[in-house]
């Protein structure tokens, strides 16, 4: 039976060469990069290296990357590390209704700090309003925080924009997107859109795990949340993660080198996969900003029973957010985007990778079409 | 310090002329105990005693909840043994153990002796006054009391000397083993845990049965029942899970039976499953968590309904129980915390708004002719379905 493995937002397969890169180190080129000798020295080189690999990408210096464990670390160094560093400034932030976990939390950490968090709204596309931020701004506001693309629905935020308005409306206030669901896929350039922090993920685009980095622009001040050695230029203590970094720059560097086509090549798939399901009836599609990720509720259906039963059939896709989805809860951003209260529990993400064929999606598409009315013969009356 | 532990059995003892039988069970059960922890222990029974000797080198709080695990023992004592039977040999000991075990030695206390080598030269009482004349010399911040003692010393004397003053609760019951085997219906919520403990405390072997309903319930859920059977098993032993697919079984009754009926239907066919295999696996009985009038299913009516369709006696230890008494009993024991992990059973995932809860078995019976067509057939696959997993080996 095919392995259809549509669940490339919650993580990816790890790509073959970056595990060889990454198995080579851990054996022979195992040093600590901070060690003095030779061992230290080559470790060190790979750091460097991955350093510039994303300062080309995101063109920014090299000095303006910190390594950290993952995408969540790296939202969480950016949201306490300013508002601690910033706090005489004032003490209010703003964010979106939609954000992942791994900024709300921290947020609502802050709230209960003593911070003051704003919650912009959504359209049903899951969009911001740009006008309601330029409303919510002051020079009292630390830090606005906005995701680039939505994780569960695809949406994609207007980020240059909010830049823009930022910039022009209070200088002073940093600007930090989360940019785990877009890096890789889409090209995001800091400097461009007035973003000084910017938070990426490895696994995301077939790098390894527990991996990850955040971009810090030079002008701003963060305060450490891991404290130690002083590596990073003291941003982030702890031994380097040397395979991970590497491994991690590896992938990126393969995504990139075919961006273009990796992008038609998702939009292609989107398209077959949307027409593929369209004479399934009762399903709506939530979001969809960008090709990789497709929302879809399916009405009548139990978002998690649809997921085994897919699951039976080898194809492996996630109910709301796959990585909140251990405990079942009510997903804040299908909320935000106004999904009926029926609907909330019936929505199912399909996401694609570069390296998803048309026969997966073909596939997909018809035990979709195969599962859906058995599902809906045995419900909850 | 301790190197031996005394092990003290409550109903064992009231036991007559097959008491040995009991004994010889607990013995088993302690070693099956201790047999994860690392080094040898030697377990012994001596003149109605039991004892529990420690390898040279071993953790004491490990050996501790070991033997909290083991049903049949009331309490045991961690002992300092001693070959000398000098009364001066005795006098040295008692000190050197209050020294070793109390920080602070202003306490009262009692020795109380026994003699089990009863040419000793000197009577208990004698013993008595000797210890606790020694330990008032060594430690003038103590005091004698002999009706209330804070602590009592107990001195045995036999071909060694025993001394001890501290008893640790075990979990009481008679050992697993002594009471026949009986097939426990497991669902992954909070109760049937309980309800599987309660019966494995009075001696009997465990059997579970756990039905899986994929896709409606997932292998989070099944990996749930299999990580509970495994702590109840830390008490019971070894358990046999049968994990039997169920779903279309579930599917069939939907399609065919009133909505309201479903759950006392699926009840009833998964209670001749359960029986089934029982009598498969020479079981003598069946054991549910129900508690009269928790949910729809398990009002009177609703039990008297299900309890139709066995042959076998179904025992139900909860069933007086209210439900916050078996929350804390399963606290207790170490199966709630995985008992509340939020994954959907198969008892509820097509359970209707409204189920009845004065079923009419007559109805029912006349609802379970509309399966007669396929429902042997999907009974044998069912069977057929079952995956053996034996935990806690």
Redesign the interface.
């Known amino acids: 039976m095919m392995e259809c493995y549509l669940d490339n937002s919650a993580t990816t397969r790890t790509d073959e060469d970056v595990v060889s890169l990454m198995r080579q180190i851990m054996l022979s080129d195992y040093g600590n990069p901070s060690s003095l000798h030779k061992k230290g020295f080559e470790a060190e080189k790979y750091i460097i290296d991955a350093s510039r690999t994303f300062a080309d990408i995101l063109k920014c210096d090299a000095s303006e990357i910190c390594f950290t464990s993952g995408g969540t670390e790296s939202n969480n160094m950016a949201i306490i590390g300013t508002a601690i560093a910033n706090r005489r400034r004032g003490k209010r932030l703003i964010t979106t209704r939609i954000e992942h976990a791994a900024v709300s939390a921290p947020m609502k950490f802050l709230e209960e700090q003593g911070f003051i968090v704003d919650l912009l709204d959504v359209d049903s596309h899951g969009r911001i309003d740009p006008a309601q931020l330029e409303s919510y701004l002051g020079e009292d506001v630390l830090l606005v925080s906005v995701m680039h693309v939505n994780n569960e629905i695809g949406a994609l935020e207007p980020v240059a924009e909010i830049g823009n308005i930022i910039k022009k409306k209070s200088p002073s206030t940093l600007f930090h997107v989360d940019d785990i669901q877009g890096f890789g896929k889409l090209r995001l350039i800091p400097k461009q859109a007035g973003i000084d922090l910017l938070s990426v993920s490895s696994h995301k685009l077939h790098g390894p795990k527990g991996v990850g980095l955040l971009y810090i622009n030079r002008r701003v001040k963060l305060s450490p949340v891991i404290f130690g050695g002083g590596q990073q230029r003291g941003f982030r203590s702890g031994t380097e993660n040397v395979p991970g970094i590497a491994g991690f720059a590896l992938a990126a560097k393969k995504m990139y080198a075919h961006q273009d086509e990796n992008y038609r090549h998702l939009q292609a798939l989107h398209d077959l996969f949307l027409r593929e399901i369209s004479g399934i009836n009762d399903i709506t599609i939530n979001g969809g900003d960008v090709p990789y990720i497709v929302s879809l509720t399916v009405h009548g259906v139990r978002a998690?029973?649809?997921?085994?039963?897919l699951?039976?059939k080898n194809v492996y896709v996630s109910a709301g957010s796959a990585c909140s989805s251990n405990?079942?809860s009510v997903s804040a951003t299908l909320k935000a985007i106004s999904v009926p209260d029926d609907a909330l529990d019936s929505t199912v993400r399909f996401s694609f990778s570069p390296h998803t064929t048309e026969d997966e999606i073909r596939y997909a598409a018809k035990c979709l079409d195969e599962v859906i009315p058995v599902l809906r013969?045995?419900i909850?009356? | 310090m301790f190197h031996s532990f005394l092990i003290k059995y409550a109903e064992i003892g009231v036991k007559g002329k097959n008491r040995y039988l009991f004994e010889d069970a607990l013995i088993r059960q302690i070693k099956y105990a201790l047999k994860k922890l690392p080094g040898h222990y030697s377990v012994t029974k001596t003149n109605g005693r039991i004892y529990v000797a420690c390898p040279e080198e071993y953790d004491y709080d490990d050996t501790v909840d070991a033997l909290r695990h083991v049903f049949g023992i009331s309490a045991f004592c961690p002992v300092v043994c001693t070959d000398d039977r000098s009364i001066e040999g005795i006098r040295a000991e008692a000190v050197k153990y209050i020294e070793n075990n109390y920080d602070r030695k202003d306490f009262s206390f009692k020795v109380d002796t026994r003699r089990a080598y009863k040419s000793y030269p000197l009577t208990s009482m004698e013993v008595d006054a000797e210890v606790g004349e020694a330990i008032l010399q060594a430690f003038p911040e103590s005091h004698v009391d002999v009706h209330h003692p804070e602590e009592m010393i107990h001195v045995e004397i036999r071909e060694q000397t025993n001394i001890y003053s501290r008893i640790l609760k075990g979990p009481g019951g008679m050992p697993v083993g002594t009471n026949g085997k009986a097939m426990l219906l497991l669902s992954g919520g909070i109760d049937s845990p309980v309800a599987g403990y309660m019966i494995a405390k009075r001696g009997v072997i465990l059997d579970a049965v756990y039905f899986h309903a994929p896709p409606y319930t997932s292998d989070r859920a099944k990996q749930k029942v299999i990580d509970l059977a495994e702590q109840v098993a830390r008490f019971a032993g070894p358990i046999w899970l049968h994990i039997i697919n169920f779903t279309d079984i579930q599917l069939y009754i939907y399609e065919k039976c009133p909505h309201d009926e479903l759950t006392i239907i699926m009840r009833r066919y998964m209670m001749k499953i359960a029986e089934l295999i029982a009598k498969r696996n020479k079981c003598l009985g069946l054991v549910t968590g129900e508690s009269i009038g928790q949910v729809a299913s398990q009002t009177m009516k609703s039990l008297y309904a299900t309890n139709e369709v066995c042959t076998l006696p179904v025992y139900r230890p909860l069933i007086g129980f209210d439900k916050q008494e078996i929350i804390d009993r399963s606290e207790e024991i170490g199966t709630y915390e995985t008992s509340i992990l939020p994954y959907e059973d198969c008892c509820t995932i097509f359970v209707a708004k409204h189920p009845v809860t004065k079923p009419n078995l007559q109805i029912i019976k006349r609802s379970e002719t509309n399966l007669s067509e396929k429902i042997d057939e999907l009974m044998e696959a069912a069977l057929a379905s079952d995956e053996l997993i034996v935990v806690g080996k």
Do not use: T
């Open positions: 998690e029973v649809l997921l085994h039963a699951e039976e405990k079942p013969r045995f909850r009356k």
